[in-house]
């Protein structure tokens, strides 16, 4: 069965402090990673997809990175608007379904 | 280009009622899905509709089913409601033909009482 675990649960930052969450998956048959940023009450907001091993992509602040075992996605010189839980999810296949599995998250909060 | 829109926002139900949630899927986007997120959990895969038709079930008892309309938008319909049910429902529409498609609503904070 796929399972995706996050670390950290939670992670508190000061403004302009770098760090790194991590997304560790078991999936027989990667086919995408997707990234998504998830505001208190609100519904999930895509961030990124990645494919396959040794690809990153980049957005502002956020960089995802992907191995055949794991995800990162980066976080340089955080801002407070970047406080959210980040998620990230592989997708599963069946004929015409398809459904996400999902991490627990990671809560960021960045302070000044 | 319009997003997912889900309605109510929030509603509190008492034990053993029935619900009915609302979901209308981005243009162009075919399929319809519905989570369910506990507090301080990821999205939970209820079931998803393509077509019409119920073509995915995550592990939820039957009391939890849906419909999905010819213009795409969907319902989720939980009966006898429980305790556990309170839970933050999520709905995502995609297309077949995108691995981009996963586009999700803001959802619907069901508190049962």
Request: proline letters at 17%.
């Given at each position: 069965e796929d399972q995706v675990t996050q670390s950290p649960e939670a992670l508190r930052l000061q403004e302009g402090e770098s760090s790194s969450l991590n997304c560790s998956y078991t999936v027989s048959g990667l086919r995408g990673l997707f990234w998504y940023r998830q505001d208190p009450g609100k519904g999930p907001e895509f961030l990124f997809t990645l494919y396959s091993a040794g690809e990153e992509k980049e957005k502002e602040r956020l960089k995802a990175t992907l191995t055949k075992k794991e995800s990162f996605l980066h976080i340089t010189?955080?801002?407070?608007?970047?406080s959210a839980t980040y998620l990230c999810a592989v997708p599963l296949y069946t004929g015409t379904a398809s459904k996400l599995t999902f991490g627990t998250g990671t809560r960021l909060q960045v302070t000044l | 280009e319009t997003g997912v829109t889900q309605s109510p926002t929030h509603l509190i139900k008492t034990r053993g009622q029935q619900v009915t949630l609302r979901c209308s899927s981005q243009s162009g986007h075919n399929t319809v899905s519905w989570y369910q997120q506990a507090l301080g959990q990821g999205p939970q895969f209820i079931f998803q509709y393509y077509r019409e038709e119920e073509n995915g079930r995550g592990?939820?008892?039957?009391?939890?089913s849906g419909l999905q309309f010819p213009n795409y938008s969907s319902e989720l319909n939980v009966n006898a409601?429980?305790?556990?049910?309170s839970a933050l429902y999520l709905c995502a529409s995609s297309s077949?033909?995108?691995?981009?498609?996963y586009t999700f609503g803001s959802g619907t904070r069901l508190t049962v009482v």
């Open positions: 010189a955080p801002k407070p608007e970047d | 592990n939820f008892p039957p009391r939890f409601l429980e305790l556990d049910d077949m033909t995108s691995l981009y498609g």
